[in-house]
Each structure stands twice: as C-alpha cells, then as structure tokens.
C-alpha cells in the first residue's frame, strides 16, 4: 500500500529536549515536505526537498531542522523545542501531481 | 497577511443541502488545488484547477477557476455526512505550498 508513515503520532516533551519526528514514504517520491497545522493559521510549509541532499526553507523554518541522505526519508529535528512549537505536523511526499500526506503528530511542549 | 482567504470559516448544514465555499486571493496563480482533510487524519487532494475558466466535477463535487485566476469555488451539491471535514485550497508554486486556512464544513444527517 502507497503510504507515508510518520513517527510517533502523539508527543509530550518539556522546553529544549531534543526531538526527531520520522517521516517515511514508500513510493520512490522524490518531493517531501514538512507542514504545520495550527487553529486559525492552517497548513504552513516548514522545509520541503525536491531530492536527496536538497532541502530548501518554506514560510516557517525557524526552530527546526531536516535532512535527507535517502529518498524515502526526511526527518523533522527540532533541536530545543519550545510552546510555540506545539502543533500538529504533517509530512507529505509528492510524485508528479498528487502530494500524499501522513496521518500527523501532534506535539506537545510544555 | 494570508495569501489565499478562503470563506466560510466554518459551515454547517443539513444533509440534502446544497452549498458553496469559496478561495480568494489578489495575486493570479497559475494553478489551484484543494484538498479534503478528516478530522484525525491527513489532507487528500480532490482536484488541481489550471486553466481560468475551467470548471472540473468529482461526483457532487463542481470546482470552479475564476477566469482571472485569482479565485476558486467548491460547490457540493446534495451534501452528505461523508462530505464532513475541513476543506483548503492551496496554491502550489516552484515545490512550496501556500494554503488557505480552510473552511470546516459539518453535515447533519
């Protein structure tokens, strides 16, 4: 089944511990991006990456960091995270037309 | 400033009814897409709107480019429960995507 998996789906963490959400995708898509969801704001792009080694900034990098060393994977890192990162993330993988997304985490910092 | 105003915000209706949301912007784009989302789970693209005029249906589903390319309209016909669910519109260009903030449309049955 053409998926993209995300990693956990429900976090709580306190201020500046250190995090990884793992996004994972299973149809040799070489587009993958990271958004936020929060009430009132909508979907915002955080990073995208059109290929392996290329990751780009979208309308809110501040306070997070990818990479992509192989196709299927792009990890969302957030190095010190703070309340104002408490949010539903989503990863989408995207082929010629039709972008897929993952079913979300939502994370808590306290 | 959101670049894409979508309206409603939210939208509740009975079931049979028929209704309109809508995705407004000043800026001319060369495309529109939008997207579904269930509560508890990720968006699904319905449908992508490139050419000013076009008008594309799913089912109940009438979608509507403005001829300017500056708008964009989702009309359900005889909406159902399965129709619940946020509905956004989003613009994609040069691999970001901007979205509107959605409407959430909710079918009484």
């Known amino acids: 089944e053409a998926q993209v998996t995300q990693n956990p789906r429900y976090l709580i963490t306190v201020t500046g511990k250190k995090l990884t959400v793992t996004c994972s995708q299973n149809m040799n898509h070489e587009y993958m991006s990271w958004y936020r969801q929060d009430p009132g704001l909508g979907l915002r792009q955080i990073y995208y990456s059109m290929n392996v080694e290329v990751t780009d900034k979208g309308d809110v990098p501040e306070g997070y960091k990818v990479s992509r060393k192989e196709k299927r994977n792009f990890p969302l890192i957030l190095e010190s995270p703070s309340p104002n990162q408490t949010s539903l993330y989503f990863c989408?993988?995207?082929?010629?037309?039709?972008?897929?997304f993952g079913p979300g985490t939502r994370l808590t910092v306290t | 400033t959101q670049l894409l105003e979508q309206s409603p915000q939210f939208l509740s209706i009975q079931e049979g009814e028929n209704l309109t949301v809508y995705c407004n912007s000043s800026?001319?784009?060369?495309?529109l897409q939008w997207y579904r989302q269930e509560p508890g789970e990720g968006p699904v693209l319905l449908v992508t709107?490139?050419?000013?005029?076009e008008v594309k249906k799913l089912k109940r589903l009438t979608f509507q480019f403005g001829d300017a390319r500056k708008d964009s309209s989702l009309h359900i016909t005889a909406a159902q429960p399965g129709d619940t669910g946020l509905y956004l519109c989003a613009w994609p260009y040069r691999g970001q995507f901007y979205f509107g903030t959605g409407t959430s449309l909710t079918v009484i049955p």
């Open positions: 800026s001319v784009f060369s495309s």
């Open positions: 709107v490139v050419t000013g005029g």
């Open positions: 989408a993988s995207k082929g010629l037309d039709e972008q897929y």
